[in-house]
């Protein structure tokens, strides 16, 4: 059964980066057909896409954080990270990694069909 | 970006009801369309992908139906375990946008 787990910094400080790691078990990141990103829900509020790394390594990124965001892998470890620049307030949220299947592999459902615990992080001084 | 309208955004229903939430792509995502549920401090969790295929483990009371910019998930016999958030999400192109979501409440 694959798993996602989320670890890093629950307080950031303004204007700080926020950074983010997840650790998977149970599958590797390498497999092909396969997203693996961060997604963020502020407190009481909708879903928003942040970005993803395909298994090839190649990133995409929402293009309203695309400035200050960075996702990287490290396949040595099985895990794949989140990075945000310069936050504020508005960047708390409880961030979700999660996989998602890409629409053009037929062996894989393409939508997210696995996701992380969330770990919410505060941005406050 | 496409942009993910669903309605209505709040909806009171009792148990053994049938419900439909709509959702609306501001242009054309195939059939490329994904339905979430989310329970409160919950994880939110796949449903049906592509449109009208369920997901594992999913009560065949969950439905899903459209294609090009209008879709429909629909649910039968009303359980109380499917009081939640449901949430469109259109895989089609980059950035990956989500509907504002629909709470479901137990009238």
């Known amino acids: 059964q694959l798993q996602l787990h989320e670890s890093g910094p629950g307080l950031v400080k303004p204007s700080e980066t926020l950074s983010l790691t997840c650790t998977v078990s149970?599958?590797?990141?390498?497999?092909?057909?396969?997203?693996w990103g961060w997604i963020r829900q502020p407190p009481g509020q909708g879903l928003e896409w942040i970005g993803n790394i395909f298994y090839s390594g190649t990133t995409y990124y929402n293009p309203s954080l695309k400035s200050r965001v960075t996702i990287s892998m490290d396949m040595s470890k099985n895990q794949f990270s989140l990075e945000l620049n310069f936050v504020t307030a508005a960047d708390t949220a409880i961030y979700y990694c999660?996989?998602?299947?890409?629409?053009?592999?037929?062996?894989?459902?393409?939508?997210?069909?696995?996701w992380g615990q969330g770990t919410l992080v505060t941005v406050s001084s | 970006d496409i942009l993910m309208t669903q309605s209505p955004s709040s909806l009171s229903a009792s148990v053994g009801d049938r419900v439909a939430i709509a959702c609306r792509a501001s242009e054309s995502i195939s059939n490329y369309l994904n339905w979430y549920q989310q329970k409160p401090g919950k994880v939110p969790k796949l449903l049906i992908y592509?449109?009208?295929s369920l997901q594992n483990g999913v009560p065949s009371r969950f439905s899903g139906g459209g294609s090009g910019t209008d879709f429909t998930l629909t649910i039968i016999n009303l359980q109380p375990e499917d009081f939640a958030t449901y949430y469109c999400q259109q895989s089609y192109s980059t950035p990956i946008t989500f509907g504002q979501g629909t709470r479901l409440e137990i009238k």
């Open positions: 592509a449109t009208s």
């Open positions: 149970g599958g590797s990141i390498s497999s092909s057909g396969y997203f």
């Open positions: 999660a996989r998602r299947g890409s629409r053009t592999n037929l062996l894989v459902v393409p939508a997210i069909d696995y």
